[in-house]
């Protein structure tokens, strides 16, 4: 995807740079010629960005020309909202704190330059902000009250108005943005779109492996897709890519689900996308959902403070208490007894209001059906671990994981009654890519939940249709890539 700088006056940006094009601002914004381009995205480096100036005209008709703004529209009225400031200081409370505990005065402005900043201690906190705002120039002002430092405004930074002290160190990071892509261009083959695939090589429970990984990156290349594997450290980077692939555990509490959200006010096609990461993560949603629309599930009971003493009665003994988060059999335990019971609820809910409550139903293995688009894609078994009644048995004292045998099965194979109830508890959720568990009990099929990160490994949910199983999910980026441009090219004119 080419890029061009668009600025009022191209005198006053001091860079030839070979990855981008300078384009006057009134150049961009009248006439013909760059209306017409496709597969642009648009650096908006104007001097204001304020309601129907110039700077938020750049932007607004860039979105609507198909092109990829940097900044969006969204993140221009995001600046200027007290209440998104708020929720940003509160999510990066504590890097806040590490970044300027050692200031002895009341206030404090970072200047951040492609999302870094010159000093070293405060180029992570530059970091984390310019993910949160996706803004090339941009100071953030800090106001301590009482002991504590919060995040007071956010505002983009004219080209005039970076210190001469500062340029050398402006000019690097943007010769090092722009010229990023261009160098790794040359040594690749063109491609129309560009997929981000997330992932965290150090993590324990990560949903796809190394091999699974090669595989989705081959696949894409198949589709016309240019993949780049990044992490977290990656983030500010996100603007820069037509698709987002998250293979890393998500939860609404961490990193994953405000990249996701970064990414879609973007403009970037996403899975998991924020909403569905929402909806899976919180086994409270998934009990209400299910209840509403006629899911089959186990008997199911939302316990809080004052009902502990009724989950017996309503789902019986022994039974299953879930955190409303729980995720990879954590946050998942069995009582058998009342007195166990009492003890366990008791422990949830000293970090949650509500709890879930759900009748034992034992099984040497539960299904797992992966939807994608709303179709099935794939069927596993997946057995309990040996002498343990979940997939996953976690030794105590030594945390040693020990998992269940996986078994894939075709899909013309797998009971029809287990793939319809899983397709229909998927299209409650979204469009995207799911995991659906369900117990088969004496004939009768039971959804446990919907998983939004659902495990493609090497060997294991791919034995059956090997390489097609990735390619069929790049095909599904690459579709869902093709009909948001026509989308735009009409809305464009």
Known sequence: MKSIIVIENPKSWPLDLEGAEVVAARDYLVGDTWAAKRNLRVYNLCRTYGYQTVGYYVSLLAAARGHRPVPTVETLQDLRLAPVVRVVSDLLESQIEKSLARLSGFRFELSIYFGRNMAKRYDALARALYEQFSVPLLRASFERIGDRWRLSS?????????????RPFVIEQAEKHFSRRDRSARSRPTYQYDLAILHDPEAEDSPSDEKSLRRFAEAARQVGMDPWLIQRSDAARIAEFDALFIRETTSVNDATYRLARRAESEGLVVVDDPLSILRCSNKVFLAELFSRHAIPYPRTFIAHQDSIDSIAAEVGLPCVLKRPDSAFSRGVTKASTEQELREKAALFLEDSELLVAQEFKASDFDWRIGVLGGK???????????????????TDGTGTRRYGKVEAVALEDAPPEVIEIAVRAARLIGDGLYGIDLKEIDGEFLVIEVNDNPNIEAGYEDAILGDALYLEIMKWFRAKLDARGRADATNGG
Request: proline fraction near 6%; charge should be positive; glycine fraction near 4%.
């Open 376 to 394: 099935a894609l794939f069927a596993c078994r997946y057995y309990m671990a040996r002498g343990h009644w979940q997939i996953v048995r976690t």
């Open 154 to 166: 956010v505002r983009p930074i004219a080209t005039r108005e970076i210190p001469e002290s500062h």
